[in-house]
T-cell receptor
Framework: GENVEQHPSTLSVQEGDSAVIKCTYS??????FPWYKQELGKRPQLIID?????GEKKDQRIAVTLNKTAKHFSLHITETQPEDSAVYFC???????????FGQGTELSVKP | NAGVTQTPKFRILKIGQSMTLQCTQD?????MYWYRQDPGMGLKLIYY???????DKGEVPNGYNVSRSTTEDFPLRLELAAPSQTSVYFC???????????FGPGTRLTVT
């Protein structure tokens, strides 16, 4: 069935460093790839998304890259800050608003 | 707008009891979803609906039922609660299949 694998499961960086989280997906028909941030005890919130007709998208310190051939997409956070500490989830679906298949999550810790 | 609201916030059930988790959105969204999130894991889709009167199964529908009689409401029913249903349940909605999903605050359910 459809599957999304996410790595690493935990990531610890120093404030100001960059963080990279990687995901691979199995359904070649997937064309929408959102990233959600979830703080402890809170709901997931969309931070950035990318569609299959785009290879890269950037929003301030956050960027996402997509390689459809390899079925691989990544989240890049630059100049990390302590408030970036959270669990990050990647997901994939055939359309935005369609059935989202989530990765297992990455717990990011940014040390001051 | 209140966005997506869920009740109750917390609930403890005994094995074999039943309950309904409520979800309401006031954004006139057509698509609604139910996810469960087990500790340290990603979200798994239970059921979803693309409009009033239409529902479909997600990844983990066993033990649950849903209905969608109005655009605003999408209740999730547990008929015979089991310990394996201990989880945090999130409801989400989106305007169409081409828009991001907005999540409710979650319901923490414990079955003992």
């Amino acid at each position: 069935g459809e599957n999304v694998e996410q790595h690493p499961s935990t990531l610890s960086v120093q404030e100001g460093d960059s963080a990279v989280i990687k995901c691979t997906y199995s359904d070649s028909a997937s064309n929408y790839f959102p990233w959600y941030k979830q703080e402890l005890g809170k709901r997931p919130q969309l931070i950035i998304d990318i569609r299959s007709n785009v290879g890269e998208k950037k929003d301030q310190r956050i960027a996402v890259t997509l390689n459809k051939t390899a079925k691989h997409f990544s989240l890049h956070i630059t100049e990390t800050q302590p408030e970036d500490s959270a669990v990050y989830f990647c997901a994939a679906s055939r359309t935005p608003g369609g059935k989202l298949i989530f990765g297992q999550g990455t717990e990011l810790s940014v040390k001051p | 707008n209140a966005g997506v609201t869920q009740t109750p916030k917390f609930r403890i059930l005994k094995i074999g009891q039943s309950m309904t988790l409520q979800c309401t959105q006031d954004m006139n969204h057509n698509y609604m979803y139910w996810y469960r999130q087990d500790p340290g894991m990603g979200l798994k889709l239970i059921y979803y609906s693309v409009g009033a009167g239409i529902t479909d199964k997600g990844e983990v529908p066993n033990g649950y039922n849903v209905s969608r009689s109005t655009t605003e409401d999408f209740p999730l029913r547990l008929e015979l609660a089991a310990p394996s249903q201990t989880s945090v349940y999130f409801c989400a909605s989106s305007y169409t299949g081409l828009h991001e999903q907005y999540f409710g605050p979650g319901t923490r359910l414990t079955v003992t």
